[in-house]
T-cell receptor
Framework: QQQVKQSPQSLIVQKGGISIINCAYE??????FPWYQQFPGKGPALLIA?????SEKKEGRFTISFNKSAKQFSLHIMDSQPGDSATYFC?????????FGAGTRLTVKP | DAMVIQNPRYQVTQFGKPVTLSCSQT?????MYWYQQKSSQAPKLLFH???????NEADTPDNFQSRRPNTSFCFLDIRSPGLGDAAMYLC????????????FGSGTRLTVV
């Protein structure tokens, strides 16, 4: 049973555009929602994270929007750059147990 | 810099020959995890240590074992690697006592020949 559903599977955006990746979860016990960025051949790196008592968190060009009632959250990358091309994983954590979404491969075209 | 270090970065092993992957951390995190990641897939949790307590995922094959001799080190042992075990193996750490993001190492790419 996939506890965190992520879409789209792949995304192509023009340089300067907005990239949007969506995730939905089922387990209401999750209380920490990180996003990871992974480049080929590297381990995932924590990008930004949010707790469910906050509806939005922004760090530079990266914003998480969180809808607790809908059990959905999304990552927005503003002014997308070719260097943002990577695979992005959403995740949800409950009591040190983290579940990943399936991942989104983002390609930002120059 | 505090970090999670995995050695080696690349490991080639023969079919059926035991192999050990290592992970060390300077973060003093009490929880350590091992993940398996195959191409174009999300990392899959194999097991984790909460301090010295070992927690195995229900679907982790018996072929995979782990040791944590102290807070800083954790090992992944694959007793009889098969071709299907070729993957990236990721070590991660976190703090307990609340929910925090995990810190991942750069991974070990295992090839089985």
């Amino acid at each position: 049973q996939q506890q965190v559903k992520q879409s789209p599977q792949s995304l192509i955006v023009q340089k300067g555009g907005i990239s949007i990746i969506n995730c939905a979860y089922e387990n209401t016990a999750f209380d920490y929602f990180p996003w990871y960025q992974q480049f080929p051949g590297k381990g995932p790196a924590l990008l930004i994270a949010i707790r469910p008592d906050v509806s939005e968190k922004k760090e530079g060009r990266f914003t998480i929007s969180f809808n607790k009632s809908a059990k959905q959250f999304s990552l927005h990358i503003m002014d997308s750059q070719p260097g943002d091309s990577a695979t992005y994983f959403c995740a949800a954590i409950d009591n040190n147990d983290m579940r990943f979404g399936a991942g989104t491969r983002l390609t930002v075209k120059p | 810099d505090a970090m999670v270090i995995q050695n080696p970065r690349y490991q080639v092993t023969q079919f059926g020959k035991p192999v050990t992957l290592s992970c060390s951390q300077t973060l003093n995190h009490n929880v350590m995890y091992w993940y398996q990641q195959k191409s174009s897939q999300a990392p899959k949790l194999l097991f984790h240590y909460y301090d010295k307590d070992f927690n195995n995922e229900a679907d982790t094959p018996d072929n995979f074992q782990s040791r944590r001799p102290n807070t800083s080190f954790c090992f992944l042992d694959i007793r009889s690697p098969g071709l299907g075990d070729a993957a990236m193996y990721l070590c991660a750490t976190s703090r307990s006592g609340g929910n925090y993001g995990y810190t991942f190492g750069s991974g070990t790419r295992l090839t089985v020949v």
